[in-house]
């Protein structure tokens, strides 16, 4: 550890000596914290920093840069495009994902304080029915996108998740993925890295201390991934990989297609070193940034830079002529990354973020101050849009593509409730896609409603796991009972299985099945009940037997209508076109098991029962929940 003599002697030579003013009070413990802190600070870097920060902040506005719209050839629709152009798009990124060339790269350095939380924005649960949190739902998107490029080409192939934290992140994320066992993914490839922290700065140009014994420190926002990229040797470990193409995400968007096959298709039907997802604005105003031609380069311009007159500017159509707002959702090629990361990154400029920073006074008192009085320098991940040699961008549906937590429920938008509601709203209309048809409680069908306001719930609550269905496609896991058409009464017990000592535990669920009216649904036992078991059972590999734990690990009681088209069929299993919502009870003893496995082919809906036999089901009628 470094002593108290050299950090002093390094912060003289940077002018920032008063962050060990208080440094003859402090115990041990502190002291040792804070010249740890101190020590990796280099003097000439924290100089130019504050330096620096203290310039930016004193310079007056940049003149208004030359602005243009993206030119036409540089923009795809996923919803303007004709079904067979978005078909080739979407075979080629299944393809790039089958040949293990595709990762994903989600920015998590942040923590949830406009939501009201102190830890990381990921572990955040927006009240979904199944109480997912957002690492949950992308780690279980990026299973089933797995899933669907292995079954399309007939091979396992991995997308490998890379996680930016920051100091504040890394330990809670860590131990929030071991202690839900990765979510079924595979440890070794989840890759947690830690961004660069930057002291904030007083407009004096005098680094702030947040405590006594503490500097208050920052992440160096999202563009701080090009200089971890290199610090943590990310792009070496991808090269290894066979990674080419890498995706990258903010964490907070619930709507988030992770690996989209169509997006990624695109960009590399294009020949695209670096690509971007868009949004159409709603209103001139809306803060968001845009995605245009600034001096003649692609780049993003924050809302606040542009005037009420530019934003209000319209096309000979009717719509605004800037509307193609960012996303913070882009793909990258590997090639392109290293590039940045060996040239391009010391040529980012930083971005002036005024901001309320606590501090210590000189009597050592904390302050916390009601008007900005700190600097907190960032770049931005799309600030290396410039040095693409062939930038597109990618105009998706923001109902299905796009719903940012930012504040707690007290905010108007972007808040838990706006979440969740277009999440369950986008799930609604799956359903209705795939041929479901919802009853009230009387049995009666309700009306379709298949576009709704924005602020409007939908009429019934309907999740669909991200193991089931990736982005709609119609693989809800409802099976034709006896007499379709007709009440499908469901008791289901989900159980651990083992198959063989060495096999890995599958969640797998089991049903029988019934008519009857809803007054007629069986009791559901106590959830402190151990007498419910699922067998010994056929088991879910070869059909050997599999031996059951018993106990009641969760107990779902379902009841409604099936209707549809009999003709549909997957995997030679009758399907039905429906969820059904009519009533549902749990009882639940134990956290419920995410998933039932995580290789498709051990789900029950894969295999066809017939009654009796070795390696059936005891009715032909049995649904899988994957929740």
Known sequence: MASEQDVRARLQRAGQEHLLRFYAEL?????????AE???????ALRAHCEGAAAAAARAPAPPPDLRPLPPERVGSASRSDPETRRLWEAEGFRQIALNKVAVLLLAGGQGTRL????????????????????????????RVEQLAGERHGTRCTVPWYIMTSEFTLGPTAKFFKEHDFFHLNPDNVVMFEQRMLPAVTFDGKAILERRDKVAMAPDGNGGLYRALADHRILEDMERRGVEYVHVYCVDNILVRVA???????????????GAKVVEKVYPEEPVGMVCQMDGVPQVVEYSELSPETARLR????????????????????????????????????????????????QGNLIKPLQPNGIKMEKFVFDVFQFAKNFVAFEVLREEEFSPLKNADSASKDNPSTARRALLTQHYRWALQAGARFLDARGAPLPELPSLPGSAEPPVVCEISPLVSYSGEAELGCCWGPGGGHLLVSRVWRCTCEAGSSSPRSSWTRTRSGRCGPEQLPDLPAPESTGVGCGPSPGPQGGRQAAVRFGAVECTKTAGLLQG???????????????????????????????????????????????????????????????
């Open 116 to 143: 009201g939380v102190a830890y990381p924005k990921g572990m955040y649960q927006v009240g979904l029915p199944s109480q997912k949190t957002l690492y949950q739902l992308q780690a279980e998107r990026i299973r």
């Open 315 to 362: 096309r000979p159509d009717g719509g605004l002529l800037y509307n193609t707002g960012n996303m913070c959702n882009h793909l990258f090629t590997r090639g392109f990354l290293q590039v940045v990361t060996r040239e391009f990154e010391p040529l980012l400029k930083p971005h002036v973020a005024r901001k309320k920073v606590p501090y210590v006074d000189e």
């Open 260 to 274: 989209d096959p169509v997006f990624i298709g695109f960009c590399v039907l294009q020949g695209a070193d670096c």
């Open 27 to 35: 115990a041990p413990g502190p002291r040792a914290a804070l010249l």
């Open 38 to 44: 101190l020590a990796p600070l280099e003097p000439e």
């Open 565 to 627: 088209d009999r003709s549909r069929s997957h995997h030679r299993l009758p399907q039905t076109r429906v969820t059904t919502g009519l009533q549902e009870v749990r009882c639940q003893q134990a956290p419920p098991l995410s998933g039932c496995t995580q290789d498709s082919s051990l789900c029950p809906t894969r295999r066809r029962g017939r009654s009796g036999g070795a390696g059936s089901w005891p009715h032909p009628a049995f649904l899988c929940l994957c929740s």
